[in-house]
């Protein structure tokens, strides 16, 4: 039952949120920024329809019913976008640690206990590096105006095509293998308690499969992202993206069962729990003797 309302929530703030995002995004160099400045009388314009005032009574007005029905949405996306003009940062780490909590509560509905310190790993990390990528994605866009590229390809793609492709390039090849994962598996296994060897042994294990999955998902996002979503939309933009992201990550790498103190026994002391559950398995059969005298001493 918390399972299925969790993705009731989730499926309802993501509507709203998706609605929130479409709206507010358009290609930049071809339709030009959208004006959000609208006041509220503006908003629900065709909502309410006064008619002519009848002397000694008071207005009355009726409603447009086929109109009312979009306007929920119009002012959530409405409040959403003031709140990205006003409160930029703090709403896009909400925003990202929201998305980033469900998606991870989805990708649990798969095991049978949930895990509230996975959980709050995966939504602090996000928060984490959302705050990075406002910061770093002002400096990949300036530095990134496709001087690099352009003379390479200037006979297959202009400028401003070479600029969106060095700017995804940059993020993909550069930040994500040596910002990204190596906050991700510091922040997380810190957060639910592994060591430092067994966060290397976690990363080791797991590190080329989700860069390959990261690079298949991400390069055709980002390079959208840079080319055609409006600067302030961009980090939410990430993060609606990012909750399938989230979902496809905390499956491949979200669980540090196996790489906790199990993992990090030496073999001797394995080979004797081993030895205790089942006689004549996993040790020698000449020293089984040898192990349980061991064990008195360890004792």
């Not at 592994?194 to 390079?223: C, G, H, M």
Request: glycine share 6%; charged share 15%; hydrophobic share 40%.
């Amino acid at each position: 039952m918390v399972k299925r309302y969790l993705l009731s929530k989730a499926t309802i703030l993501i509507f709203s949120l998706a609605i929130s995002y479409v709206q507010g995004f358009c290609p930049s160099k071809q339709l030009g920024r959208v004006n959000h400045s609208l006041s509220f009388r503006q908003k629900t314009t065709g909502v309410l329809q006064r008619p002519i005032d009848r002397p000694g009574r008071y207005p009355t007005y009726t409603i447009n019913h086929s109109a009312l029905q979009a306007v929920p949405l119009d002012l959530i996306a409405s409040m959403y976008k003031d709140s990205l003009i006003e409160n930029p940062l703090e709403t896009k780490l909400i925003t990202g640690g929201i998305l980033a909590f469900f998606g991870d509560a989805i990708a649990q509905s798969r095991e049978p206990e949930y895990d509230t310190k996975r959980a709050g790993a995966f939504v602090t990390f996000d928060i984490f590096y959302r705050a990075v990528q406002c910061a770093i994605f002002p400096y990949i866009v300036e530095t990134c105006q496709g001087q690099y590229l352009s003379p390479l390809l200037s006979n297959v793609m202009d400028v401003q095509t070479a600029a969106i492709l060095e700017q995804t390039c940059a993020n993909q090849f550069i930040v994500i293998p040596f910002l990204y994962y190596p906050v991700f598996f510091t922040l997380t296994g810190y957060v639910q308690g592994l060591s430092a060897d067994a966060s290397i042994e976690r990363a080791q294990n797991t590190l080329i499969p989700l860069l390959k999955r990261n690079w298949l998902f991400w390069l055709p996002v980002q390079y959208y992202q840079f080319g055609y979503v409006d600067e302030p939309l961009q980090i939410p933009f990430l993060c609606v993206a990012g909750l399938a992201w989230t979902f496809i990550l905390s499956l491949a790498a979200g669980s540090v069962k196996n790489y906790g103190e199990e993992s990090l026994e030496l073999p001797e002391e394995k080979m004797i729990s081993q030895a205790e559950e089942e006689p004549g398995k996993g040790l020698p059969a000449s020293k089984p003797l040898t192990v349980k005298a061991e064990k008195v001493v360890k004792a």
